[in-house]
DNA sequence: ACCTGTGGCGAAACAC
DNA sequence: GTGTTTCGCCAC
C-alpha cells in the first residue's frame, strides 16, 4: 500500500458522532502525519430538523413549550412518489432530541426518524471513512466544511491507459454516469495504516456466575493491549508487593515475545494506567467489548468513583449498550462476525459458532489458550499470557490476510455513508438504508416515510395465496427424479434475484407505477408492473453494482501484480455483500424504503424464468432432473443443447443463464434441497443431507463420509453392484459398533446451538431440558448462543449432558435410527434398504427367491 | 431499539 | 394413535 500517493497532510474521517456536550456534529479524524486521532466539531452551523407541510408562520405560532424551534425555512424538494416538486417548512430546532418534540406536535413531518450525525453526513455529502485534506481556502469555511475529499484515481486512470480495452468501463460510464462519477472517489481511494489496538480484561468472579458488567462487582484482575506496532502491554493486579513495570520474554503461541508488564497494588491505578494507554491509540478492538469488557471497565470505574474514557451511547434493552471511548474509535468485532450478512457474503458461512475461539480457529488457524482451572487463581504469568492472546487474536481478526476485516468495515462505511463505529454495530439493513438515504439527499429527493410508500402503491395482496407467517411467496423447488444419475449439467442463473431487481426496474418508486402505458410492462407472467419513463433508484444502483462489481474489481482483483489487487478484493467483496442483501431487505417490513410487491415480484419474477428455462429444457428433448429458485439440473445433455440454452435465456428472459458445473454422478433422493454430486476430477458436494448437518453426531458424521468416499469411486452404472456391497459391509460394522457400545461418549453428542435463553422456549425438547440440568448442576449460567451437547440415553429423562453420561446409558435403539435416517436419503436410491443392513431380507430380494 | 427473505427436512414435543 | 407445532439447520 506504501506506493500509493496520500499527502502527510491528510486526515482520514474515521467516524462522525453528535456531541451531547457542544451539541454539535463531531468528526474523529486519523490524521496521517502525526498518526494521532483529531476531534473537530461542525463548524458549519448545521442544526437538527425535520420536514413538515405545515406552513412556517403556523409553526412558530405553535406553543412550544420551550425554546425548542430555531428558525423555519421554506424548503424545495422532489417528491419520487408523486413525482411533483413539493414545498415544504424545514423546521430547525435546537437539540436533536428536540425533533421528536416536533413530530409528536405536527401531524405530518418527513425525515424526522434520521439520526442527527447521519443527517449531518448526507447534508454535508460526507464520506465517512473517506481521505480528506484541509482546504487553502478559509473563506467559504463558515458555511462548509474545511476540508476536501481526496481525488486519488490516478491509479486507476492510468491503468485504463495501460489497458488500452475501456470498452466495458466505458459502457459501465455511459449508463451509469452519475452514479460512476460519484462513486470513483469512493471506489479508488487507499486505506493507509491506521495506528490500533486491541484489548481484553479478566476479572475475578464468582462460584455461582458469570461476573455482570453492570454490578462490576469483582476487581478487575487483568487487562491486556495488543498494538500494530509490536508494543503489547498486560496490566497484572499484584496485590502484596509494589507497583512496578517489567519488560519480560514471555512464550505466547509458542513463541517468545517481549511484553511490557505493569504491576498494581491496587486496582484504581490499573484501570488508570489502563485508561491512559487506550487514549494514546485512535482505534482500539475488542472482542465483545459492549456487552462485557468495555460496559464492565465502565461501571467498576464509576464504582470506584475514578474517571474513564467512555461515551456510552443507547438505551439498553435488548440491542444493549454501545460504549464509545472519547479519545478512539472503538469497534467491536463481536458485532461485526456475528452479523450474518459478513458470516455469509464474505466468509462463506464458515466459522461454526460466533466465538472469539471458533472465529479465530477458521480465520487465523489459531484457538485461545485451553486454562486448567479458574482463570483468577492462574500465576501471574499464565495469566498474563491467557489475556494477551486473547488481546493478539483480536486484533489479528481485524489485521490479519491483509487487513481484510478492516478494509472491510472502512469500504462499507464509504460506500454506504456509515461511520464505522456505526457500520461495525449494525446490520446490513441499516447500511443499505444509509446508502438509499445519502442518495436521495444528494439527488434532493424528499425521503418519504414508509407509509407514504404504501398509501400511493396501495396495499397489493401478494400474488398468491400465502403460507402462514410468510409474507410472499419465494422460490420454486423443483420435485427431484429420485435416482443415481450419470452426466448431469447444472445450468444456474447469475445473482438472479439482483438481476431481476436491475433488469426489470424495481424500486419503491417505479413498481405499480400510475403512468397508463406502464401498466403493459409486466414481470413475466405476474400482475405486477414498472416504470417505462424513468429509471428505479434501487434498480439503477444495483444495477452499477453489480456490473462494476463483476466487469472491473473481480477482474482486477484476480491480477496478482497489481498494487491495487488486495484493495480490489476487498471492494469486490463489500460489494457482494450489498447486492446479496438486497432482495432481502426488500422483502422485511422494517425497511423503510421498500414495499412488499418489490420482494413479491422479484421471486415471482424468478419462478417465471426458472420454469421457463425447463419448459424449454424439455422441448430440447432433455429432462430436467431437479432445480432450486435459480438452478436447473439435467440429463446428459449435448453441449448444443447447453448452448440453445444459454443463448435462449439471454434473448428470450434477459438473464444470463451459465454452465455451473457437471456431476459425473449426482444422487437425488425423492427430497427437495438433498443431494450428492460427484464432479469428474473425484471432488463431491453434499447437500442438505443429514449426514453433514452440524448437529449430527460426529460418528454417523464419519461413518456418512465414509459412505461418500466410496461413492466417490462410482463412474458408471456397471459398478454399482460393487458400490453397494461395499457400502452395506461399512453400514453393517456400524451398526455392530452401536450395538456392542463402542462408539465413545464424544462420538454420540449431539450438539445444539441455543437461540434462546432455556427458559424461553416453549416446548421441553432434550437440549433445554440438558441445559436445565447443567444449570441445576454446575450452577453455570446457559444462555442463547451457547452450545449444548448432549446424548440420548435410557434413562428415564431420554438425555443427558456428554459430560455427565456413561457408556452404559446410551441408548442403542436411538442411535439405530438416527444411523437409519442419515443412511436412507442415499441408500433407497441404490437399491439397499436399511432392513437389508440389519440382517433381514428385502421385499425385491424376497420375490426374486 | 433493533431486525434481509422463503422453501424444506427431520426430531421431538404437544394437542387431540 | 394421528396430525400439528416448535425447533434447529440447511439450500438458495
Given at each position: 500500500?506504501?506506493?500509493?500517493?496520500?499527502?502527510?497532510?491528510?486526515?482520514?474521517?474515521?467516524?462522525?458522532?453528535?456531541?451531547?456536550?457542544?451539541?454539535?456534529?463531531?468528526?474523529?479524524?486519523?490524521?496521517?502525519?502525526?498518526?494521532?486521532?483529531?476531534?473537530?466539531?461542525?463548524?458549519?452551523?448545521?442544526?437538527?430538523?425535520?420536514?413538515?407541510?405545515?406552513?412556517?408562520?403556523?409553526?412558530?405560532?405553535?406553543?412550544?413549550?420551550?425554546?425548542?424551534?430555531?428558525?423555519?425555512?421554506?424548503?424545495?424538494?422532489?417528491?419520487?412518489?408523486?413525482?411533483?416538486?413539493?414545498?415544504?417548512?424545514?423546521v430547525i430546532v435546537d437539540k436533536?432530541?428536540?425533533?421528536?418534540?416536533?413530530?409528536?406536535?405536527?401531524?405530518?413531518?418527513?425525515?424526522?426518524?434520521?439520526?442527527?450525525?447521519?443527517?449531518?453526513?448526507?447534508?454535508?455529502?460526507?464520506?465517512?471513512?473517506?481521505?480528506?485534506?484541509?482546504?487553502?481556502?478559509?473563506?467559504?469555511?463558515?458555511?462548509?466544511?474545511?476540508?476536501?475529499?481526496?481525488?486519488?484515481?490516478?491509479?486507476?486512470?492510468?491503468?485504463?491507459?495501460?489497458?488500452?480495452?475501456?470498452?466495458?468501463?466505458?459502457?459501465?460510464?455511459?449508463?451509469?454516469?452519475?452514479?460512476?462519477?460519484?462513486?470513483?472517489?469512493?471506489?479508488?481511494?487507499?486505506?493507509?495504516?491506521?495506528?490500533?489496538?486491541?484489548?481484553?480484561?479478566?476479572?475475578?468472579?464468582?462460584?455461582?456466575?458469570?461476573?455482570?458488567?453492570?454490578?462490576?462487582?469483582?476487581?478487575?484482575?487483568?487487562?491486556?493491549?495488543?498494538?500494530?506496532?509490536?508494543?503489547?502491554?498486560?496490566?497484572?493486579?499484584?496485590?502484596?508487593?509494589?507497583?512496578?513495570?517489567?519488560?519480560?520474554?514471555?512464550?505466547?503461541?509458542?513463541?517468545?515475545?517481549?511484553?511490557?508488564?505493569?504491576?498494581?497494588?491496587?486496582?484504581?491505578?490499573?484501570?488508570?494506567?489502563?485508561?491512559?494507554?487506550?487514549?494514546?491509540?485512535?482505534?482500539?478492538?475488542?472482542?465483545?467489548?459492549?456487552?462485557?469488557?468495555?460496559?464492565?471497565?465502565?461501571?467498576?470505574?464509576?464504582?470506584?468513583?475514578?474517571?474513564?474514557?467512555?461515551?456510552?451511547?443507547?438505551?439498553?434493552?435488548?440491542?444493549?449498550?454501545?460504549?464509545?471511548?472519547?479519545?478512539?474509535?472503538?469497534?467491536?468485532?463481536?458485532?461485526?462476525?456475528?452479523?450474518?450478512?459478513?458470516?455469509?457474503?464474505?466468509?462463506?458461512?464458515?466459522?461454526?459458532?460466533?466465538?472469539?475461539?471458533?472465529?479465530?480457529?477458521?480465520?487465523?488457524?489459531?484457538?485461545?489458550?485451553?486454562?486448567?482451572?479458574?482463570?483468577?487463581?492462574?500465576?501471574?504469568?499464565?495469566?498474563?499470557?491467557y489475556c494477551l492472546n486473547d488481546?493478539?487474536?483480536?486484533?489479528?481478526?481485524?489485521?490479519?490476510?491483509?487487513?481484510?476485516?478492516?478494509?472491510?468495515?472502512?469500504?462499507?462505511?464509504?460506500?454506504?455513508?456509515?461511520?464505522?463505529?456505526?457500520?461495525?454495530?449494525?446490520?446490513?439493513?441499516?447500511?443499505?438504508?444509509?446508502?438509499?438515504?445519502?442518495?436521495?439527499?444528494?439527488?434532493?429527493?424528499?425521503?418519504?416515510?414508509?407509509?407514504?410508500?404504501?398509501?400511493?402503491?396501495?396495499?397489493?395482496?401478494?400474488?398468491?395465496?400465502?403460507?402462514?407467517?410468510?409474507?410472499?411467496?419465494?422460490?420454486?423447488?423443483?420435485?427431484?427424479?429420485?435416482?443415481?444419475?450419470?452426466?448431469?449439467?447444472?445450468?444456474?442463473?447469475?445473482?438472479?434475484?439482483?438481476?431481476?431487481?436491475?433488469?426489470?426496474?424495481?424500486?419503491?418508486?417505479?413498481?405499480?407505477?400510475?403512468?397508463?402505458?406502464?401498466?403493459?410492462?409486466?414481470?413475466?407472467?405476474?400482475?405486477?408492473?414498472?416504470?417505462?419513463?424513468?429509471?428505479?433508484?434501487?434498480?439503477?444502483?444495483?444495477?452499477?453494482?453489480?456490473?462494476?462489481?463483476?466487469?472491473?474489481?473481480?477482474?482486477?482483483?484476480?491480477?496478482?501484480?497489481?498494487?491495487?489487487?488486495?484493495?480490489?478484493?476487498?471492494?469486490?467483496?463489500?460489494?457482494?455483500?450489498?447486492?446479496?442483501?438486497?432482495?432481502?431487505?426488500?422483502?422485511?417490513?422494517?425497511?423503510?424504503?421498500?414495499?412488499?410487491?418489490?420482494?413479491?415480484?422479484?421471486?415471482?419474477?424468478?419462478?417465471?424464468?426458472?420454469?421457463?428455462?425447463?419448459?424449454?429444457?424439455?422441448?430440447?428433448?432433455?429432462?430436467?432432473?431437479?432445480?432450486?429458485?435459480?438452478?436447473?439440473?439435467?440429463?446428459?445433455?449435448?453441449?448444443?443443447?447447453?448452448?440453445?440454452?444459454?443463448?435462449?435465456?439471454?434473448?428470450?428472459?434477459?438473464?444470463?443463464?451459465?454452465?455451473?458445473?457437471?456431476?459425473?454422478?449426482?444422487?437425488?433422493?425423492?427430497?427437495?434441497?438433498?443431494?450428492?454430486?460427484?464432479?469428474?476430477?473425484?471432488?463431491?458436494?453434499?447437500?442438505?443431507?443429514?449426514?453433514?448437518?452440524?448437529?449430527?453426531?460426529?460418528?454417523?458424521?464419519?461413518?456418512?463420509?465414509?459412505?461418500?468416499?466410496?461413492?466417490?469411486?462410482?463412474?458408471?452404472?456397471?459398478?454399482?453392484?460393487?458400490?453397494?456391497?461395499?457400502?452395506?459391509?461399512?453400514?453393517?460394522?456400524?451398526?455392530?459398533?452401536?450395538?456392542?457400545?463402542?462408539?465413545?461418549?464424544?462420538?454420540?453428542?449431539?450438539?445444539?446451538?441455543?437461540?434462546?435463553?432455556?427458559?424461553?422456549?416453549?416446548?421441553?425438547?432434550?437440549?433445554?431440558?440438558?441445559?436445565?440440568?447443567l444449570e441445576e448442576k454446575f450452577?453455570?449460567?446457559?444462555?442463547?448462543?451457547?452450545?449444548?451437547?448432549?446424548?440420548?440415553?435410557?434413562?428415564?429423562?431420554?438425555?443427558?449432558?456428554?459430560?455427565?453420561?456413561?457408556?452404559?446409558?446410551?441408548?442403542?435403539?436411538?442411535?439405530?435410527?438416527?444411523?437409519?435416517?442419515?443412511?436412507?436419503?442415499?441408500?433407497?436410491?441404490?437399491?439397499?434398504?436399511?432392513?437389508?443392513?440389519?440382517?433381514?431380507?428385502?421385499?425385491?430380494?424376497?420375490?426374486?427367491?
Amino acid at each position: 500500500m506504501a506506493e500509493l500517493s496520500v499527502g502527510s497532510s491528510s486526515r482520514l474521517l474515521l467516524s462522525v458522532r453528535y456531541d451531547a456536550e457542544s451539541n454539535k456534529a463531531q468528526m474523529l479524524w486519523y490524521d496521517l502525519e502525526s498518526k494521532t486521532l483529531v476531534k473537530e466539531l461542525d463548524a458549519t452551523g448545521h442544526g437538527p430538523y425535520c420536514l413538515t407541510n405545515v406552513p412556517p408562520n403556523e409553526v412558530l405560532s405553535k406553543n412550544w413549550s420551550s425554546e425548542i424551534v430555531v428558525k423555519c425555512e421554506e424548503v424545495t424538494k422532489w417528491n419520487l412518489l408523486e413525482e411533483k416538486e413539493v414545498k415544504l417548512t424545514k423546521v430547525i430546532v435546537d437539540k436533536p432530541t428536540d425533533v421528536i418534540k416536533v413530530r409528536n406536535q405536527l401531524e405530518n413531518t418527513w425525515e424526522s426518524h434520521i439520526k442527527y450525525h447521519h443527517n449531518w453526513i448526507y447534508d454535508l455529502g460526507i464520506i465517512p471513512g473517506g481521505l480528506y485534506s484541509k482546504t487553502e481556502n478559509t473563506e467559504e469555511s463558515q458555511s462548509t466544511l474545511r476540508y476536501r475529499l481526496i481525488h486519488d484515481f490516478r491509479q486507476m486512470e492510468a491503468r485504463l491507459k495501460e489497458m488500452q480495452i475501456p470498452q466495458v468501463i466505458q459502457e459501465i460510464l455511459e449508463r451509469y454516469g452519475d452514479l460512476m462519477d460519484n462513486y470513483r472517489d469512493v471506489f479508488n481511494q487507499p486505506i493507509p495504516e491506521i495506528r490500533c489496538a486491541a484489548v481484553d480484561i479478566e476479572t475475578k468472579y464468582d462460584e455461582m456466575s458469570f461476573p455482570s458488567p453492570q454490578k462490576a462487582e469483582y476487581p478487575v484482575i487483568a487487562a491486556a493491549m495488543a498494538t500494530n506496532e509490536g508494543k503489547d502491554v498486560v496490566f497484572l493486579l499484584r496485590e502484596q508487593e509494589g507497583d512496578e513495570e517489567v519488560v519480560k520474554q514471555l512464550k505466547v503461541k509458542g513463541s517468545l515475545q517481549e511484553v511490557i508488564l505493569r504491576y498494581f497494588s491496587r486496582e484504581e491505578d490499573l484501570l488508570k494506567s489502563l485508561f491512559k494507554e487506550l487514549n494514546e491509540y485512535p482505534l482500539i478492538f475488542t472482542f465483545n467489548g459492549d456487552n462485557f469488557d468495555f460496559a464492565y471497565l465502565y461501571h467498576r470505574a464509576k464504582r470506584l468513583k475514578i474517571d474513564h474514557p467512555f461515551v456510552v451511547r443507547g438505551a439498553g434493552g435488548r440491542g444493549g449498550r454501545e460504549y464509545l471511548l472519547s479519545n478512539a474509535v472503538h469497534i467491536d468485532l463481536y458485532h461485526f462476525f456475528s452479523n450474518p450478512a459478513i458470516k455469509t457474503s464474505a466468509y462463506g458461512n464458515a466459522y461454526p459458532t460466533n466465538s472469539l475461539d471458533d472465529i479465530a480457529d477458521t480465520i487465523l488457524g489459531e484457538r485461545k489458550i485451553q486454562l486448567e482451572g479458574r482463570i483468577d487463581e492462574q500465576e501471574l504469568d499464565a495469566l498474563a499470557i491467557y489475556c494477551l492472546n486473547d488481546a493478539q487474536l483480536t486484533l489479528q481478526l481485524a489485521l490479519a490476510r491483509d487487513r481484510t476485516a478492516l478494509q472491510l468495515m472502512i469500504l462499507l462505511g464509504r460506500i454506504c455513508k456509515t461511520p464505522l463505529e456505526d457500520l461495525n454495530r449494525s446490520r446490513v439493513s441499516s447500511w443499505i438504508r444509509n446508502l438509499l438515504y445519502f442518495e436521495h439527499r444528494r439527488k434532493n429527493y424528499l425521503i418519504p416515510n414508509q407509509r407514504d410508500i404504501y398509501d400511493v402503491i396501495g396495499r397489493v395482496t401478494p400474488h398468491q395465496a400465502m403460507m402462514k407467517d410468510k409474507k410472499f411467496k419465494g422460490g420454486f423447488v423443483v420435485e427431484p427424479i429420485p435416482g443415481v444419475h450419470f452426466n448431469v449439467a447444472v445450468l444456474d442463473f447469475a445473482s438472479l434475484y439482483p438481476s431481476i431487481i436491475s433488469a426489470k426496474n424495481l424500486s419503491y418508486e417505479t413498481i405499480l407505477c400510475r403512468h397508463p402505458e406502464c401498466v403493459n410492462n409486466v414481470l413475466g407472467d405476474t400482475e405486477y408492473w414498472t416504470c417505462t419513463r424513468r429509471k428505479g433508484m434501487l434498480s439503477n444502483l444495483l444495477g452499477f453494482f453489480r456490473d462494476v462489481r463483476v466487469l472491473w474489481f473481480k477482474q482486477q482483483a484476480k491480477e496478482k501484480d497489481n498494487p491495487l489487487s488486495s484493495l480490489y478484493q476487498s471492494i469486490e467483496k463489500s460489494l457482494k455483500v450489498l447486492i446479496n442483501a438486497t432482495y432481502g431487505v426488500m422483502g422485511s417490513e422494517f425497511f423503510p424504503l421498500s414495499h412488499i410487491s418489490i420482494a413479491d415480484g422479484t421471486a415471482a419474477t424468478g419462478r417465471w424464468a426458472i420454469r421457463q428455462i425447463i419448459g424449454k429444457a424439455e422441448q430440447l428433448g432433455v429432462r430436467v432432473l431437479y432445480g432450486d429458485t435459480d438452478s436447473v439440473f439435467l440429463e446428459s445433455p449435448t453441449k448444443d443443447v447447453i448452448e440453445t440454452l444459454i443463448k435462449w435465456s439471454t434473448e428470450h428472459l434477459g438473464f444470463d443463464l451459465e454452465l455451473e458445473k457437471i456431476y459425473r454422478v449426482c444422487i437425488l433422493s425423492r427430497r427437495k434441497k438433498n443431494y450428492l454430486g460427484i464432479l469428474e476430477d473425484g471432488s463431491y458436494e453434499i447437500k442438505g443431507l443429514l449426514g453433514k448437518k452440524r448437529n449430527t453426531p460426529p460418528f454417523i458424521q464419519r461413518a456418512f463420509q465414509e459412505m461418500v468416499n466410496i461413492l466417490t469411486d462410482l463412474k458408471d452404472p456397471t459398478m454399482l453392484p460393487d458400490i453397494r456391497e461395499r457400502i452395506k459391509k461399512l453400514l453393517k460394522s456400524y451398526y455392530n459398533s452401536v450395538e456392542k457400545r463402542r462408539i465413545p461418549i464424544e462420538e454420540l453428542a449431539i450438539a445444539v446451538h441455543l437461540t434462546k435463553n432455556p427458559e424461553d422456549y416453549e416446548m421441553e425438547t432434550p437440549f433445554v431440558k440438558v441445559a436445565k440440568q447443567l444449570e441445576e448442576k454446575f450452577g453455570r449460567k446457559i444462555t442463547r448462543g451457547m452450545i449444548i451437547r448432549y446424548v440420548r440415553t435410557n434413562t428415564p429423562e431420554g438425555s443427558m449432558a456428554v459430560e455427565l453420561a456413561k457408556v452404559e446409558d446410551i441408548d442403542v435403539a436411538t442411535y439405530k435410527t438416527y444411523l437409519d435416517s442419515t443412511f436412507e436419503q442415499i441408500i433407497d436410491v441404490l437399491g439397499i434398504s436399511t432392513r437389508e443392513i440389519h440382517g433381514q431380507v428385502n421385499l425385491m430380494q424376497f420375490f426374486q427367491k
